[in-house]
């Protein structure tokens, strides 16, 4: 039954791959989607299918250049549209394009090179605190008690320089991840995680007692009001032209901040995305590979393996100092519990969940991750606590949904989610949701000799 199911589905999937039908469902999908979404701006089901027919372009059997202009179409036009209509979907794809460049630095290490790093938030810290640190009235307090500033106290840099930190934020964040790299290669396997853990502990340590005798990190108070960049002028009257008639309402400076971090965050995980391809058709990605595979073998056959295991940790660290830099901007507020060890877990998570190594696979794993972690739980959620103030009770069992536990909402269970997906995952996809074509290769090879000496077993039988 199984087989003949997956037998029609596989004819199903080359069907719909053969000649026009993948131009015509991509185009039909995306605008049934997009003008769901449209009108109605808070469903759940809506933007679930949005980003499910936004996805599916990547699997379609069609030419680069029309992928490549459905999604400019989708990223640039459709989503700003749906974003001002409801600002929390703008927010969710910010985060996804933020958790999408910082997968991918990890999946430099831990996929292409073989290195596994716990401690990977502490690059992330390392950039938000840089721009925490200039870009707010922090400096006027180093010889202040820990606590916000007070009113009237200026800025150390202007917005502007923002643009200017994100570069700063890669190289630093660069020269961070050689500093750790150079003491710690000497360790493999299960010892350098937990160096790494350490160092991710450290950083975080270090930001939360930083206040003392000068205050540089504020403790555990954090560091706020952090400057966001500065908007040209003008921009956003031309914009709200555009924009109100299609959008229905003005877009306010809220919003159009929403919408130019997102752009932010868009373009920087596009050029995350673009080096990652590059270094993984490189020398240098095929050198990580054999690393990864061999390292006496590689060594042996001449590859210089500390200077590009280093090399991966300045790469890896550089995507999470700029998207750190970002993040600091977009919030305006850094404190030292952001950048804890389960966020370094988190991000762990998304690679092993898209597939370790695979660069689609890691983008695909921060998004379903995000999307479980901010819309689908907490929509859960907050659908539970509706029901909870209503007299409504549950069919069949007769039970009034007020006396349903608070402890009970499924938001409070993400951890334990999660940890279910990985199990299931590791059982029945071990290789990832979008397996890299190297491990796919791995792991058919590996069932070969299973299935050979089963035969060979119930032959001797």
Not at 123 to 147: C, D, M, R, T
Not at 388 to 404: G, T, Y
Request: net charge positive; hydrophobic share 55%; no cysteine.
């Amino acid at each position: 039954m199984i087989a003949k199911l997956k037998t029609t589905l596989g004819s199903l999937g080359e069907w719909i791959n053969r000649g026009k039908v993948p131009y015509i469902l991509s185009i039909t999908g995306l605008v049934l989607s997009t003008v769901w979404v449209y009108f109605s701006p808070r469903s759940l089901p809506a933007f679930l299918f949005f980003l499910a027919m936004a996805g599916m372009i990547y699997y379609f059997k069609i030419k680069p250049v029309a992928k490549l202009i459905l999604g400019l179409v989708v990223a640039l036009i459709v989503v700003p549209i749906i974003g001002a209509r409801n600002i929390f979907y703008l927010e969710v794809l910010f985060q996804i394009g933020v958790f999408a460049a910082l997968a991918l630095g990890l999946n430099i290490v831990v996929g292409f090179t073989g290195l596994l790093n716990l401690g990977y938030v502490a690059f992330y810290a390392v950039g938000a605190y840089l721009w925490a640190f200039f870009g707010s009235k922090q400096i006027f307090l180093l010889h202040e008690i820990p606590g916000t500033a007070p009113q009237g106290t200026p800025f150390l840099l202007p917005g502007d320089m923002f643009y200017l930190f994100i570069m700063l934020g890669i190289i630093v964040a660069a020269v961070t991840g050689l500093l750790l790299g150079l003491p710690v290669l000497r360790v493999r396997g299960d010892y350098l995680a937990i160096v790494t853990l350490g160092f991710g502990e450290v950083i975080r340590q270090l930001a939360n007692n930083l206040d003392k005798p000068l205050n540089f990190t504020n403790g555990p108070q954090g560091i706020t009001p952090i400057q966001k960049p500065t908007l040209p002028g003008g921009v956003m009257d031309a914009f709200n032209v555009i924009l109100t008639p299609i959008v229905g309402q003005p877009v306010t400076e809220g919003q159009f901040y929403n919408i130019l971090f997102y752009f932010i965050a868009l373009l920087v995980a596009a050029l995350v995305i673009f080096v990652t391809l590059r270094l993984d058709d490189s020398k240098i990605g095929r050198a990580w590979t054999a690393i990864r595979e061999d390292e006496m073998a590689a060594v042996a056959m001449g590859i210089p393996a500390v200077k590009l295991k280093l090399a991966a940790f300045a790469v890896g660290a550089s995507f999470a100092g700029a998207m750190g830099v970002v993040m600091a901007a977009s919030r305006t507020f850094v404190s030292p519990e952001s950048f804890t060890f389960m966020q370094s877990i988190g991000v762990l998570t998304m690679v092993i969940l898209g597939g370790i190594g695979s660069i689609p696979g890691v983008v695909l794993g921060a998004a379903v991750v995000v999307v479980l972690n901010l819309q689908v739980l907490q929509e859960v959620s907050l659908y539970l606590s509706q029901l909870r103030q209503s007299d409504s009770v549950i069919p069949i069992i007769n039970f009034a949904w007020k006396n349903l536990s608070n402890q009970l909402d499924p938001a409070k269970y993400q951890r334990l989610l999660f940890g279910l997906i990985l199990i299931l995952m590791m059982i029945y996809r071990p290789a990832g949701l979008i397996p890299a074509a190297r491990r796919k290769r791995e792991l058919k090879a590996a069932a070969v000799p299973d299935a050979d000496n089963g035969t060979q077993e119930a032959a001797d039988e």
